[in-house]
Nanobody
Framework: QVQLVESGGGLVQAGGSLRLSCAAS????????MDWYRQAPGKQRELVADITSGGGTNYADSVKGRFIISRDNAKNTVYLQMNSLKPEDTAVYYC????????????????WGQGTKVTVSS
């Protein structure tokens, strides 16, 4: 069993900051990429940022320069520091990890967290 648990969402005023965390636990053998997605009401889920096991990062154009993704491999945790938040950042943020389990160390698959809600007021 693998679990991804997000935390850190909440209500913040425009221009403010929040830091999201996502901890992966369970019978994990290795984790490849860890990603943050978001889904706003009535919209499709979109990739916000991702980070490889080696620390390479990628960001959606809409968050470049404002959000920073990082990870602590020892803790199997990924973070998303969100600065200069805008009302259009309001969404449920989901953590995703592509990983292999101890039972099947050569097989990777995608796991999702339950989501954490971020609301940015104007």
């Amino acid at each position: 069993q693998v679990q991804l648990v997000e935390s850190g969402g909440g209500l913040v005023q425009a221009g403010g900051s929040l830091r999201l965390s996502c901890a992966a636990s369970g019978n994990i053998f290795s984790i490849n990429s860890m990603d943050w997605y978001r889904q706003a009401p009535g919209k499709q889920r979109e990739l916000v940022a991702d980070i490889t096991s080696g620390g390479g990062t990628n960001y959606a154009d809409s968050v470049k320069g404002r959000f920073i993704i990082s990870r602590d491999n020892a803790k199997n945790t990924v973070y998303l520091q969100m600065n200069s938040l805008k009302p259009e950042d309001t969404a449920v943020y989901y953590c995703n990890a592509v990983l292999a389990t101890l039972n099947f160390p050569s097989l990777t698959r995608s796991y999702w967290g339950q989501g954490t809600k971020v609301t940015v007021s104007s």
